[in-house]
């Protein structure tokens, strides 16, 4: 070069100062996240942000709710046992009549499946006198109370709030709620009692509803693929121990918690972060959205309410289960990509940058010129944006 030492040195200094630009480096990230999100919802998947879709892949642990996320969520009816006329009350009809009447102010699933089959049954049933049912509290996790016609006292609900309420359960019945929910069936006892000024009133056993739902078909292979990835998984329920054992049994899942209160399901996630994992957590009712806002990546049903959706990090448009599958090998395929985005940059710019800084030119007495730099630093970016936009051509996994 025969220009002068300064002038050398300032043409230098611009070229390694244009090659040097982290453009490349800059776009690396927000570029395959873009794409990313794009993808997942081309495929069923609303990802709400980079966040999540960074985190998702490395999960290692999630936990499923059970009604309406592994089950279908429209249960049935299975089994309607009255166990005879007594003191409370003179036959089946009445105690069908105050059944449905109790239930008709719920709002949880198996209420609504005991107040559809009851109507089914007897179509007079559809219209309740709503000023027959007084006093009404559902108690999560527990049953239900309230007076009907002024004069009994109801609870419907599980083992637990029978006992809150002193109601004896014979070993007949027992024994038979015992057998159904060894099939999965989900049971809840009636009682009734006259109401007094007592505080507690003395309570009756009438029968019991013995109420089911379907696993999801794809429910099983999800679970296997979740498991061949290394991924624990888990299932939360209210439900007993015996009838969670059931229902996880035809899932295929081993680990469960049972028993839990909506409340405390944001605690199992709280639980299994304390052990080391990266939680998920899959559900769709008002009462997961603790649970799917404290987990590292909450992941919403389509179908469920508005609540959990708004909630969660991520949202499975379809309700399918599948799209777990999905969510996290978009997550996976992006992390990489966005990996390979910087070892790209990077490469680049060890080897650019001792170019531009003429490291050739005392051996060869070439001059690396400004314009080739800023063709290379254009380049560079350019080739990062369509690394980025490789992700379009993703295929999702086979489900086995």
């Given at each position: 070069m025969n220009a002068?030492?300064?002038l050398f040195a300032i043409v230098t200094f611009i070229t390694v100062m244009v090659i040097a630009c982290p453009c490349a480096l800059g776009l690396g990230t927000p570029t395959?996240?873009?794409?990313?999100?794009?993808?997942?919802?081309?495929?069923?998947?609303?990802?709400?942000?980079?966040?999540?879709?960074?985190?998702?892949?490395?999960?290692?642990?999630?936990?499923?709710?059970?009604?309406?996320?592994?089950?279908?969520?429209?249960?049935?009816?299975?089994?309607?046992?009255?166990?005879?006329?007594?003191?409370?009350?003179?036959?089946?009809?009445?105690?069908?009549?105050?059944?449905?009447?109790?239930?008709?102010?719920?709002?949880?699933?198996?209420?609504?499946?005991?107040?559809?089959?009851?109507?089914?049954?007897?179509?007079?049933?559809?219209?309740?006198?709503?000023?027959?049912?007084?006093?009404?509290?559902?108690?999560?996790?527990?049953?239900?109370?309230?007076?009907?016609d002024g004069s009994r006292h109801i609870v419907v609900g599980n083992r637990a709030w029978m006992t809150e309420n002193n109601v004896a359960?014979?070993?007949a019945v027992e024994s038979d709620m015992v057998a159904l929910e060894g099939q999965g069936h989900t049971v809840m006892l009636a009682a009734a009692g006259a109401t007094t000024s007592a505080a507690t009133p003395t309570f009756e056993l009438l029968g019991f509803v013995?109420?089911?739902?379907?696993?999801?078909?794809?429910?099983?292979?999800?679970?296997?693929?979740?498991?061949?990835?290394?991924?624990?998984?888990?299932?939360?329920?209210?439900?007993?121990?015996?009838?969670?054992?059931?229902?996880?049994?035809?899932?295929?899942?081993?680990?469960?918690?049972?028993?839990?209160?909506?409340?405390?399901?944001?605690?199992?996630?709280?639980?299994?972060?304390?052990q080391g994992h990266t939680v998920a957590m899959v559900g769709d009712g008002i009462n997961d959205s603790p649970a799917l806002a404290e987990a590292d990546v909450g992941l919403a049903v389509g179908a469920g309410t508005d609540v959990a959706i708004e909630a969660a990090d991520m949202v499975l448009l379809k309700?399918?289960?599948?799209?777990?599958?999905?969510?996290?090998?978009?997550?996976?395929?992006?992390?990489?990509?966005?990996q390979l985005n910087f070892v790209w940059a990077y490469g680049y710019n060890i080897i650019a940058i001792p170019l531009a800084m003429e490291i050739l030119y005392p051996f060869t007495g070439w001059v690396f010129p400004a314009w080739l730099a800023g063709l290379a630093m254009a380049?560079?970016?350019?080739?990062?944006?369509?690394?980025?936009?490789?992700?379009?051509?993703?295929?999702?996994?086979?489900?086995d």
């Open positions: 002068s030492p300064a395959a996240v873009m794409v990313g999100t794009g993808v997942g919802a081309s495929n069923g998947v609303l990802i709400k942000g980079g966040e999540a879709l960074e985190k998702a892949h490395k999960t290692s642990a999630i936990i499923f709710d059970k009604t309406g996320t592994l089950t279908h969520g429209k249960p049935a009816v299975t089994h309607l046992r009255f166990l005879g006329a007594s003191s409370s009350l003179s036959s089946e009809a009445q105690f069908e009549d105050w059944l449905v009447c109790a239930e008709s102010g719920s709002e949880h699933p198996l209420g609504r499946a005991i107040v559809q089959h009851l109507q089914a049954k007897n179509p007079a049933a559809a219209s309740i006198d709503a000023s027959r049912i007084g006093g009404f509290r559902a108690v999560s996790g527990r049953g239900l109370e309230c007076v009907v359960i014979s070993e013995a109420v089911a739902d379907t696993i999801k078909p794809e429910t099983r292979s999800v679970v296997e693929m979740l498991r061949r990835q290394k991924i624990e998984v888990w299932m939360v329920t209210g439900d007993n121990e015996r009838t969670a054992r059931a229902i996880a049994q035809q899932a295929g899942i081993t680990n469960i918690f049972a028993q839990v209160l909506p409340a405390d399901k944001a605690e199992k996630v709280k639980e299994l972060r304390a309700s399918d289960l599948r799209d777990v599958i999905v969510a996290f090998d978009i997550s996976r395929k992006t992390f990489r990509r966005i380049m560079s970016s350019v080739s990062v944006v369509m690394s980025s936009l490789a992700l379009r051509w993703y295929r999702k996994p086979r489900m």
